[in-house]
């Protein structure tokens, strides 16, 4: 009896460890990739290019944790989840970095119309990249730009990963490039059913640039960031995008601050935070 129950004991530990091994290999339905493809990613060496296996398919990424937590924002999460009663919605990605929210919008939409901007050379040729794992992969135009108020050359601060930005150096990098900037309200003069604004900062200034276009959007995201050594205008922003028609929810998109109430300073934005704009349905 005492052999009985040892063998029985062991049977089950060798099911468990086995299950485990297996579990480790299959793709999470939501996020497309392993447990062991997430942890090999988080550990990879920072600001070096690879490509991840990513629903089948490779996908290029140039920092692997910052890969993962687009992954899990994006598909997990589903930040960016709208309704259109259209089959083709139109769609405009500010800050489209390596394509993730491409992916995610055409997974939502596959017939949807994509016009996506990225500014960062070396960025946009990965996202050039992964256009052919993009799943339904037409109607996508992709620039090699940075949305602005007019159509110039400006500097911009390369992070290399998630946070290249026209307005400060998150990175600490000092790795400042020329980049070609358009005035993105040359884009918002048709119906665009989604509108997303992640530009590190910029959207400060641009979003007053754009205020009487705004009527022409159904949905707006917009990342907001705090600059640090300038006046706050989140206040001022809020009351903007009532006056455009919008509700809004907003969520905290990265903890910037802990204390603030014990002088602490933060490194990067005073405020990071995710605006979900949209308008009441009729």
Not at 108 to 131: C, G, H, Q, S, V
Not at 249 to 259: D, K, Q, V
Request: proline residues 4%; glycine residues 4%; hydrophobic residues 40%.
């Amino acid at each position: 009896m005492i052999m009985k129950n040892k063998i029985k004991t062991l049977l089950a530990a060798y099911k468990v460890e086995r299950y485990n091994q297996i579990a480790q290999h299959l793709v999470n339905p939501k996020t497309g990739i392993t447990p062991a493809e997430r942890l090999r990613l988080l550990n990879y060496p920072p600001f070096t290019e690879g490509v991840a296996d990513f629903f089948g398919k490779p996908f290029h990424f140039t920092h692997g944790p910052s890969f993962i937590h687009s992954i899990d924002e994006l598909f997990n999460d589903e930040i960016y989840r709208f309704i259109s009663d259209k089959k083709n919605p139109y769609i405009i990605d500010c800050g489209a970095n390596i394509g993730l929210s491409i992916a995610y919008f055409k997974t939502l939409y596959p017939e949807a119309e994509i016009l996506a901007f990225e500014p960062d050379e070396n960025i946009f040729n990965t996202l050039k990249k992964n256009l052919a794992s993009i799943p339904n992969h037409v109607n996508i135009n992709i620039e090699k730009k940075a949305v602005w108020k007019e159509d110039t050359t400006l500097e911009f601060f390369s992070e290399g990963a998630l946070a290249g930005s026209l307005v400060t150096d998150f990175g600490k990098k000092n790795n400042i490039i020329k980049i070609q900037a358009v005035d993105i309200k040359k884009y918002l003069n048709r119906e665009i059913d989604f509108l997303k604004i992640d530009i590190e900062g910029a959207e400060n200034a641009l979003i007053f640039d754009i205020k009487d276009k705004l009527a022409n959007v159904k949905n707006l995201f917009l990342e907001y960031h705090g600059l640090i050594g300038e006046e706050q205008n989140l206040g001022e922003i809020l009351n903007l995008l009532k006056n455009a028609g919008f509700q809004y929810y907003i969520r905290l998109a990265a903890e910037t601050i802990r204390f603030p109430f014990c002088n602490e300073k933060p490194r990067s934005f005073n405020q990071q935070l995710n605006i979900l704009c949209y308008r009441d349905q009729i």
